[in-house]
């Protein structure tokens, strides 16, 4: 069964920080790996993905993650955190094949001081 | 560009009685999956459709039951509610030709009190 940990649940940074957001994961093959934000009672919106090829991935919001396999980890980047990214990040994992059901991990909550 | 719609995005309801939310999937999507978020807690999947025929199952309880349209929409009907189901009840879709991404809803807020 897939799995994904997110070991921090609360990162606080200062405006223009930078940022990085841990996430590790358990599956058997090689997954499709997605970071998700959720802004307070909004929805997830799928910032990025990666599915396969190159192993940094661009997102929305001038995020960026790198896939390394031999570490299991899809960690999140950002160079410098705005106010406005103040949210709840999940990183999610879903099979490569057959039956797709993303599995989240529990969510870091990221504060931005000013 | 369309995304997945989902109704109504509040609901307060007395414990013991029934809930139906909605979720309207992006036109030509052919997977629905619905999930439940508690306070504080990730989303959890309870149940998704394929092709308007159950694919598979998570942690819904026997109390909720699911079930997807002939025009692709699907149905989460909740019974006997209790006050643990309060939770946010999100909506997915996705198109197997685009190599399975989830699209979310906004979500429903369920509130039991």
């Known amino acids: 069964a897939q799995s994904v940990t997110q070991p921090d649940i609360h990162i606080t940074v200062s405006e223009g920080a930078s940022l990085e957001l841990r996430c590790n994961y358990s599956y058997g093959a090689t997954p499709y790996l997605f970071w998700y934000v959720q802004s307070p009672g909004q929805g997830l919106q799928l910032l990025l993905k990666y599915f396969s090829g190159d192993t940094l991935v661009q997102g929305i919001k001038g995020f960026e993650a790198e896939f390394k396999r031999s570490q299991s980890s899809f960690n999140l980047r950002k160079p410098s955190v705005h106010w406005s990214d103040a949210a709840e990040y999940f990183c999610?994992?879903?099979?490569?094949?057959?039956?797709?059901?993303?599995?989240f991990g529990r969510g870091t909550s990221l504060i931005v001081h000013p | 560009a369309a995304g997945v719609i989902q109704s109504p995005r509040h609901l307060i309801k007395e414990k013991r009685e029934t809930a139906t939310l909605k979720c309207y999937p992006i036109?030509?999507?052919?997977?629905v999956y619905w999930y439940q978020q508690g306070p504080g807690q990730d989303p959890q999947f309870l149940i998704s459709?394929?092709?308007?025929?159950?694919?598979d199952k998570g942690s819904i309880p026997d109390r909720f039951s699911a079930q997807q349209f002939s025009d692709y929409h699907s149905e989460l009907n909740m019974s006997s509610l209790e006050l643990g189901d309060s939770a946010l009840y999100f909506c997915?879709?996705?198109?197997?030709?685009?190599?399975?991404?989830?699209?979310f809803g906004q979500g429903t807020r369920l509130t039991v009190v």
């Open positions: 036109p030509r999507h052919d997977t």
């Open positions: 459709f394929y092709e308007k025929m159950q694919s």
């Open positions: 999610a994992v879903g099979p490569s094949g057959g039956s797709y059901i993303p599995t």
């Open positions: 997915a879709s996705s198109f197997t030709g685009d190599g399975n991404e989830a699209f």
